[in-house]
């Protein structure tokens, strides 16, 4: 673990003079479409350099808009070498914001030499409202509209409401404050293919609203290259439910034959994730007001990988708002003292023992930390002795550990913490140690499904790795779940699905010291209350475990319960055995909601609902505002396929359980959310 603020010396936000030496130069930055450009446009820029050392050159792109700084939108990236010039990888630029002056900045940099120069030029972006009427366009995707109206006064905020022309509710984007006398420009997000909406922002002033003029505007069809989707809906919701909208990650690529989608609750698509090359693999970690997180597979630094070596921000037409790379992951981390975190293409054939790299984003991105910085799971691999975690193949071992990067707001990694660094704290060994396998001892070989990278495999290495911890899962807990005003630093809960463990990480927004501070699960620091007298209360193999409420509720979890259906000993790789420990009718999975005391040590169970289904990974646990949990069964096996239940139930008071009041069966997903619309994204 290690905290500094090192990397603004070097990502060049400003525009620093270049010696006359120096050993990179700029040739060029140009943009697709000239200046200036409408909002609604798209510009796809391309910068070249040269370098006198041997490369390889990355680029960095930065954007000031008008009246602000610049910041961070696409890290470096390597570019490629024709004729002795570097060419960078397109920086895709989508106008969606407010009208004026802007700066574009690239920053190419050699890491070899350390040499770096800069270029930026200025570009104007005019509004496309001419009168007191907005202005309505088509974005990429079909479904999504951008709409712009004329600016409103200081102090102010606006929104906009938008419903078909046939009827039925309206919905509304979230509040932005106004920025006269730039107009204010919104996605409209959440609307029905071929359909024709009215839309109408509304501005507020000291809690008086006013609605502004009407404008039409007409959704398109879903290309028909693009397969959707089809839901089943077995129970439907209850009359009046307010989270009328669900989302769904579904995998784009990878095997997946469909991109993300959001349905409302009768399973009509409303929103679907665009652009969707499906041999490009998506896995969507987290929705967010304006859009939603991935980690994606794409071009880095290491030409061995690019199977999700991408981390990016969307917003919901599908333009990237902001990017960042394994490649540079790996530098900062190795900045910051981290001798684990080399690229894995740096690494010699046979790996010697002690030999470690970061190999791919994984599972998980969250932006609820303070100061809207992300956090995002990054698998380690590292070779171990003969023997270690009893493997017999007689050969060095590669173990896949666990990295939670913490990035800024320009996405450069200021904080880490490795599972396999014993100076976490001093204690990361004693609590976790790499002697202590997999609860299921599951382990990988080159093209597994459901595994981690394994780059490091090879001759000389035993022919699987061992999938020692698989983290799936991050939620940062805000001052220890101390209501406001309290004002105490936060820190990480981390799950590890194949210890079935969540640990609760000394974060203290990035001035902790990276401690394992309690394990929680079979075997770990607390005593499980078992009132109900279940034979398993316990999790495992958990997946999106978090405290509602902002951190001041009760603690909910999918439970896979593959190490309930699947004791250790009877399996590898966590498929279902004969269920010792479950009976007859409950080797299910089960959604489960908890309360604990970090005092007394001491986990009591609120609710512990058969789910129906067993889905041997993947999944969400979520509490609704009206008390009623949804819960993902994900990967279910049946009927000749896989499949997915977003199942919502209702908790019966004096119990552990309540009836189903909501089950729509789909495709199999990684996780999906229920929630009022697309800007209302849940907090865990």
């Not at 010039?85 to 030499?113: C, H, I, N, P, R």
Request: charged content about 10%; proline content about 9%.
């Amino acid at each position: 673990m290690r905290n500094s603020g090192w990397w603004l010396s070097i990502a060049v936000l400003a525009v620093l003079p270049v010696p006359a030496n120096a050993a990179v130069s700029i040739v060029s930055l140009k943009p697709s479409l000239a200046s200036p450009q409408t909002i609604g446009a798209a510009i796809a820029w391309t910068a070249t350099a040269t370098d006198t050392n041997s490369g390889p050159l990355t680029f960095q792109f930065n954007v000031a808009p008008p009246r602000g700084t610049l910041a961070t939108v696409k890290q470096f990236n390597v570019g490629t070498l024709s004729g002795g010039t570097w060419k960078s990888l397109v920086f895709d630029w989508a106008l969606t914001g407010m009208d004026g002056k802007y700066q574009v900045q690239v920053v190419a940099k050699d890491f070899t030499s350390g040499e770096s120069a800069s270029k930026t030029v200025t570009f104007i972006v005019t509004s496309p409202v001419t009168g007191a009427n907005p202005v309505v366009q088509k974005t990429q995707n079909p479904l999504v509209a951008l709409f712009t109206a004329p600016s409103c006064a200081t102090g102010s905020t606006m929104r906009v409401s938008f419903q078909p022309q046939s009827g039925s509710v309206p919905a509304t984007t979230n509040w932005a404050n106004c920025q006269p006398p730039s107009p204010m420009t919104f996605e409209i997000a959440g609307m029905y293919p071929t359909t024709a909406y009215n839309l109408n922002a509304q501005v507020s002033t000291g809690g008086n609203i006013v609605n502004g003029p009407t404008v039409s505007f007409t959704t398109g069809a879903v290309p028909a290259k693009i397969p959707m989707p089809t839901f089943q809906v077995a129970i439907p919701d209850s009359a009046g439910d307010p989270n009328q909208v669900l989302l769904h990650g579904l995998f784009t690529g990878s095997g997946s034959a469909y991109p993300d989608v959001a349905t409302d609750l009768s399973g009509n698509i409303i929103w679907y994730n665009y652009p969707n090359d499906l041999a490009h693999t998506t896995m969507m970690t987290r929705p967010l007001p304006n859009g939603f997180l991935a980690d994606q597979s794409g071009p880095s630094w290491d030409p061995g990988g690019q199977a999700y070596e991408v981390l990016r921000q969307f917003d919901w037409a599908g333009n990237i708002v902001r990017e960042t790379n394994i490649g540079i992951v790996s530098q900062q981390v190795t900045v910051l003292g981290n001798p684990d975190a080399r690229p894995c293409s740096s690494i010699p054939s046979p790996p010697p023992v002690g030999a470690a790299c970061l190999g791919i984003f994984n599972h998980e991105a969250i932006q609820t930390l303070p100061n809207g910085y992300t956090a995002a799971l990054v698998d380690v691999e590292k070779i171990f002795p003969i023997g270690t975690q009893g493997d017999t193949s007689g050969l060095p071992v590669d173990i896949v550990g666990e990295l939670i990067a913490v990035l800024d707001q320009n996405w450069n990694v200021v904080w880490y913490w490795d599972a396999f660094d014993p100076l976490n704290g001093g204690n990361g060994y004693a609590q976790m140690p790499v002697s202590r396998t997999a609860v299921l001892n599951e382990q990988c070989g080159v093209g597994n499904t459901g595994c981690l990278s394994q780059l490091l495999l090879g001759p000389g290495v035993a022919p699987k790795a061992h999938d020692w911890l698989h983290g799936n899962c991050l939620y940062y807990w805000p001052h220890d779940g101390a209501p406001a005003p309290n004002t105490a630093p936060g820190d990480l809960l981390w799950s590890s699905r194949h210890q079935d463990w969540v640990l609760k990480i000394d974060y203290k927004d990035g001035a902790g010291t990276g401690n394992i501070l309690w394990r929680m699960g079979p075997s770990g620091d607390f005593f499980f209350e078992n009132n109900y007298n279940d034979p398993w209360p316990w999790f495992s193999h958990q997946h999106e475990p978090g405290i509602e409420n902002n951190g001041t509720g009760v603690f909910d979890v999918l439970d896979n319960g593959n190490t309930r259906v699947s004791p250790p000993g009877e399996s590898t790789g966590g498929v279902p055995g004969l269920g010792a420990n479950c009976g007859p009718n409950d080797c299910n999975s089960r959604g489960m909601a908890l309360t604990f005391n970090e005092t007394s040590m001491q986990v009591e169970l609120v609710e512990s609902v058969n789910l129906g289904v067993y889905s041997s990974a993947m999944g969400s646990a979520q509490l609704l505002a009206d008390g009623n949990y949804f819960f993902l069964a994900a990967i279910v096996v049946g009927g000749g396929g896989l499949s997915g239940y977003d199942i919502q139930m209702q908790p019966v008071p004096g119990t552990d359980t309540g009836p189903q009041v909501m089950n729509i069966k789909g495709p199999a997903s990684y996780r999906s959310w229920q929630m009022v619309s697309l800007y209302s994204p849940p907090t865990t």
